[in-house]
């Protein structure tokens, strides 16, 4: 495997512990960040799919009882 060296402030380093559990390594809390960003990212996407969708449902509706008044 190869490994490589980042360099941190302090400040980082002790918010990254925090986020540690005991067992856990730096490796192993940066891979459970990095995969919850992508989910993260994923799901706020399809969130705003769905949003779009409901907003075009609702204006469909509204057009719909337009035209039907204006008959």
């Known amino acids: 495997m190869n490994v490589t060296t980042i360099k941190l402030t302090n400040k980082t380093k002790f918010q990254l512990s925090k986020l540690k559990d005991k067992s ?6 940066l891979q459970r ?11 706020l996407i399809e969130g705003y799919k769905n949003e ?20």
């Open 24 to 29: 856990e390594s730096y490796e192993d809390v």
């Open 52 to 71: 779009n969708l409901n907003e075009f449902e609702e204006w469909e509706s509204a057009s719909k009882e337009v035209d039907e008044r204006n008959d």
């Open 33 to 43: 960040l990095i995969i919850h960003e992508k989910s993260l990212k994923q799901r």
